[in-house]
């Protein structure tokens, strides 16, 4: 669907967790969101973990769900991509939450802009460790498995995966990789991007590139959950970092 002419806002890395007080922080934000915004993108790790998966939405996943039903309702268009804590929601939210909903990546005009989204976990070619844990669990295989094992148990490994995500390859996680991001945003530029804007660093960057003929931005989203801060991006204006 294409996404409605106005104002966008896009953030990431909220990392909610159950009995978080930023779960409510964050409900109230939603409620709260300027009216002239138009379209929500939500560039993956929402929840500390979030699995696709039918008896694994916990109390916190149901307050930020309703929050953000309540948002549509009103009129906003919900995009998200998946992050390295997401797992298998394109096909089980399948358009009932998110007008879109990617497990890699979305291409599309926002506000004027040809924009790429992305959370931004594939930017570094150099992270083997990582493209290796991601190959498997986000496996069709792999989820098919998953999804045979009872309630209990798949709980269980969601509560266990969400202790290992916090602690494992914290080398690749402690840096931004310049060089890697310059080759992946000067690729998209030249291929016809404005605009690409990745989460997963918690690092509020801007980087401005020209191609040959044409010029071209990286916006990096800080974390959500360490300033309350989302990217703005309208017709007219420069794309700009503002507080909720």
């Known amino acids: 669907m294409p996404v409605p002419e106005g104002p ?12 978080d007080a930023e779960v409510e922080a964050f409900v109230r934000f939603l409620d709260a969101l300027p009216p002239d915004i138009r379209t929500l993108a939500i560039l993956g790790d929402l929840f500390s973990v979030w699995v696709g998966s039918p008896g694994l939405q916990r109390r916190h996943h149901r307050l930020v769900t309703e929050a953000l039903a309540r948002l549509r309702r009103r009129g906003c268009v919900l995009l998200y991509v998946e992050g390295n804590h997401d797992f298998f929601l394109e096909r089980f939210d399948g358009g009932r939450l998110f007008d879109r909903c990617a497990a890699n990546s979305l291409d599309l005009v926002l506000a004027g802009h040809r924009t790429h989204l992305a959370h931004g976990d594939m930017v570094n070619a150099r992270d083997r460790q990582y493209r290796a844990w991601r190959a498997v669990s986000k496996n069709r295989l792999f989820f098919a498995a998953f999804s045979l094992l009872s309630p209990g148990v798949r709980l269980s490994i969601a509560e266990r995966l969400e202790q290992r995500l916090a602690t494992t390859n914290m080398r690749h996680k402690s840096g931004f990789p310049l060089a890697e991001c310059d080759a992946y945003a000067r690729r998209k530029i030249a291929e016809g991007t404005d605009i ?9 960057k801007r980087l401005d590139y020209r191609v ?14 360490d300033g ?3 990217l703005r991006i309208e017709s007219g204006a420069e794309p700009a970092f503002v507080s909720a």
Do not use: I, K, T
Not at 8 to 19: K, T, Y
């Open 8 to 19: 966008v806002a896009l953030l990431g890395d909220a990392h909610l967790r159950e009995n």
């Open 196 to 204: 690409l804007v990745f989460g997963h660093f918690h690092q509020e």
């Open 212 to 225: 040959r003929d044409r010029r071209g931005s990286v916006f990096v989203l800080p974390a959500w959950r």
């Open 228 to 230: 309350r801060r989302y």
